[in-house]
């Protein structure tokens, strides 16, 4: 007997709209519409997807999988200011996806608006590595290692042909560096932001995501055609976009493990329902107990304070997490800390991607 599917909802962005839409674009599972869940004027764009589809996914499913959590949003675009979520991410149920509208309104509010009319672009930049190699290799001093090494073994000279590899690496390294500086200088004045990826082989001199203003867009384009005119037509610069901005601004969801909760809860004697002040309150009272400086005679007073502040840190979390929507004056609010308190609390966060501005 075939094993029954556990449908859950795949999260593929955010946009501010409280339109009930159906987007004409085949998602992770096209048997299933692409549409929104509503919360007031925010939405998820969200299908159905068998869970267990997309764990542990083989590459070629994982690349297939991204191409359509990418196709989708830059569907939406076409329509709305859209805040990606990462990829990978469900929600099991509909309720859950109002759980994570309600909970990070404030965060969500406030990096669409940080990003409204901005859109990426990304810029890579290749050479003809042929090329390269053949115009390195006519530089001193390689030009005159190479002569000595010529006509002798090669156990006569191990250490000159080292030598000579680290010369033409060095060299291509300091070209690649060269016109990546010429490259970025021309760019970085159009963008509101600019993230410096790292380069993927050596055939790759640039590869730079722009965050830019939907009305440079053309003057991007401008500025590329220059520079292909300032290298003379030997580099390839290619351009992708617009693009949501998955770069700068990508929505983390997380959840926590209510074992791990429930644990940090025991160890600082909390019962299920704790304030905020409550917390700190029993970190500093039980730390104050364990702490070396006041029980030097105790055995693992360091694993004890570890283990306080890894619970206090944990709770801490969580307690951030469940913050009403509307602060409060005394900064203090009840923390739920039963399982299903736990199980339906999201860890919400806007992530960057790493790169070398």
């Known amino acids: ?26 998602g992770l599972d096209p048997t299933n519409e692409v549409h929104t869940v509503v919360e007031g004027d925010l939405a998820i764009v969200t299908s159905g997807v068998d869970h267990d589809s997309i764990q542990g996914l083989e590459r070629a499913t994982a690349i297939r999988f991204l191409s359509a959590h990418q196709r989708v949003l830059e569907t939406v675009m076409r329509d709305y200011p859209v805040l990606p979520v990462k990829f990978g991410t469900t929600l099991p149920d509909e309720a859950s996806l109002h759980t994570l509208l309600r909970q990070g309104d404030h965060l969500l509010r406030t990096t669409l608006s940080a990003y409204a009319g901005k859109q990426q672009r990304e810029v890579v930049v290749l050479w003809d590595l042929k090329r390269v190699f053949q115009e390195i290799s006519a530089e001193e001093p390689i030009v005159a290692l190479r002569n000595q090494i010529a006509g002798r073994s090669p156990d006569e000279t191990v250490s000159e042909r080292v030598a000579l590899g680290q010369l033409v690496h060095t060299a291509l390294q300091e070209r690649r560096r060269q016109i990546g500086a010429q490259v970025i200088a021309q760019l970085r004045d159009l963008a509101n932001d600019m993230i410096i990826n790292p380069a993927m082989d050596d055939s790759m001199v640039v590869n730079v995501a722009l965050l830019l203003d939907e009305v440079r867009q053309r003057d991007l384009d401008e500025r590329l055609e220059t520079l292909d005119a300032l290298f003379d037509g030997q580099l390839q610069i290619r351009c992708v976009g617009p693009l949501p901005p998955y770069s700068f601004a990508t929505l983390d969801v997380k959840t926590l493990s209510f074992d791990a909760v429930n644990s940090a809860r025991q160890q600082l004697c909390l019962a299920e329902q704790v304030s905020v002040v409550a917390i700190k309150r029993a970190y500093r009272q039980l730390a104050t107990q364990a702490h070396p400086d006041h029980n030097p005679s105790a055995d693992h007073t360091v694993e004890q304070m570890e283990a306080l502040t890894a619970a206090y840190q944990l709770l801490s979390t969580l307690a951030k997490a469940q913050s009403p929507t509307v602060p409060n004056d005394s900064n203090d609010w009840a923390c739920q800390l039963d399982r299903a308190a736990v199980e339906r609390t999201l860890l919400l966060s806007i992530v960057r991607q790493e790169g070398t501005n």
Do not use: E, L
């Open 1 to 26: 007997m075939p094993k029954p599917t556990t449908t859950w909802q795949y999260v593929y962005g955010i946009i501010p709209t409280d339109d009930r839409a159906i987007f004409d674009v085949d």
